[in-house]
């Protein structure tokens, strides 16, 4: 076998430090979690000793309604808001592609919902959304759309307001990106369809999508993944009610883990949600591939 190259030897000696601290960091918790998962570990519970159970966990997990309806909220979550906020995000910057007076100011301030950290979000929309003296409350009262009830403890409306609230925030995410997009368009394939008398609808369809369609696919999954993940908003927000209405799967996770304490369940909670992402990547990483070959 030949020695390594000086250079590369000497690369990966200073490598060691960053694999060592994420081995330690993120591969030892999460070896842990799935060690826990196959156990009985609860710390509310004297039987749950921490004595190994084999697939139990995973049994009682598929077995469950509330994984279930946590599940289906979460895929509901996600579905609504990221296409909603990809096509808010992408007509907002076809709009704005164009030079007017005062573009300077409007795109940063477009872009300011992103930048107010999540928990920060929920505080101020738990303020504006009270049944009382909430400012939101107020103004639909005003314009003659008010509730009978408080938006966020109705079951009704309760979900749909955090995909409000989440579509408000993230909108510009997908905005900044695809505006950034439509600035690196190359100028010529348009020059030559305005020359061949295609129309904007035809340009759309025929080059601006297929040309954006790698930044799409990379901007949705982005999104996906942040939105399959939503707790903090969820947490301050509703804690998952009114009954189990809003609970989505990072919010079942909590529940499970920190509330009944339920650490070998609550692993296999966690640990199924991250193979779902997996494959949610796997899934966006094949259709970046096709988009790009």
């Given at each position: 076998?030949?020695?390594?190259?000086?250079g590369?030897s000497?690369t990966?000696?200073?490598?060691?430090?960053?694999?060592?601290?994420?081995?330690?960091?993120?591969?030892?918790?999460?070896?842990?979690?799935?060690?826990?998962?196959?156990?009985?570990?609860?710390?509310?519970?004297?039987?749950?000793?921490?004595?190994?159970i084999?697939?139990?966990?995973?049994?009682?997990?598929?077995?469950?309604?509330?994984?279930?309806?946590?599940?289906?909220l979460t895929?509901?979550?996600?579905?609504?808001?990221?296409?909603?906020?990809?096509?808010?995000?992408?007509?907002?910057a076809l709009?704005?592609?164009?030079?007017?007076?005062?573009?300077?100011?409007?795109?940063?301030?477009?872009?300011?919902p992103?930048?107010?950290?999540?928990?920060?979000?929920?505080?101020?929309?738990?303020?504006?959304?009270?049944?009382?003296f909430?400012?939101?409350?107020?103004?639909m009262?005003?314009?003659?759309?008010?509730?009978?009830?408080?938006?966020?403890?109705?079951?009704?409306?309760?979900?749909?307001t955090?995909?409000?609230?989440?579509?408000?925030?993230?909108?510009?995410?997908?905005?900044?990106?695809?505006?950034?997009?439509l600035?690196?368009?190359?100028?010529?394939?348009?020059?030559?369809?305005r020359?061949?008398g295609a129309?904007?609808?035809?340009?759309?369809?025929?080059?601006?999508l297929?040309?954006?369609?790698?930044l799409?696919?990379?901007?949705?999954l982005?999104?996906v993944?942040?939105?399959?993940?939503?707790?903090?908003?969820?947490?301050?927000?509703?804690?998952?009610?009114?009954?189990?209405?809003?609970?989505?799967?990072?919010?079942?996770?909590?529940?499970?883990?920190?509330?009944?304490?339920?650490?070998?369940?609550?692993?296999?909670?966690?640990?199924?949600?991250?193979?779902?992402?997996?494959v949610?990547?796997?899934?966006?990483?094949?259709?970046?591939?096709?988009?790009?070959?």
């Open positions: 076998m030949k020695p390594l190259p000086r590369k000497l990966i000696l200073f490598l060691l430090p960053s694999i060592a601290l994420l081995a330690v960091f993120n591969l030892a918790p999460f070896l842990y979690a799935v060690w826990l998962s196959f156990t009985n570990l609860n710390l509310r519970l004297p039987s749950g000793s921490g004595k190994f084999g697939l139990d966990n995973y049994r009682h997990l598929l077995d469950s309604g509330e994984f279930a309806n946590s599940l289906l895929i509901l979550f996600v579905i609504v808001v990221v296409s909603l906020e990809f096509l808010i995000g992408l007509t907002l709009l704005l592609n164009r030079d007017f007076m005062g573009k300077r100011f409007v795109i940063p301030l477009v872009s300011v992103m930048m107010i950290a999540p928990i920060c979000v929920g505080l101020m929309w738990r303020i504006a959304l009270n049944y009382e909430g400012v939101t409350t107020w103004l009262d005003v314009l003659g759309v008010g509730f009978g009830d408080a938006l966020l403890g109705s079951k009704a409306t309760a979900l749909p955090l995909m409000a609230i989440d579509i408000w925030q993230w909108t510009p995410f997908m905005f900044l990106i695809m505006i950034a997009g600035h690196g368009l190359p100028k010529e394939p348009y020059e030559a369809a020359v061949d129309s904007r609808v035809q340009m759309f369809f025929r080059l601006t297929p040309l954006l369609k790698p799409i696919i990379i901007a949705l982005l999104r993944i942040d939105a399959f993940r939503t707790f903090d908003q969820v947490l301050i927000l509703t804690g998952g009610g009114p009954g189990n209405n809003t609970e989505l799967l990072s919010m079942f996770a909590y529940r499970i883990n920190f509330n009944i304490w339920d650490l070998g369940y609550g692993s296999s909670v966690i640990l199924v949600i991250f193979y779902i992402i997996l949610i990547i796997a899934l966006f990483y094949n259709s970046f591939q096709k988009g790009t070959s």
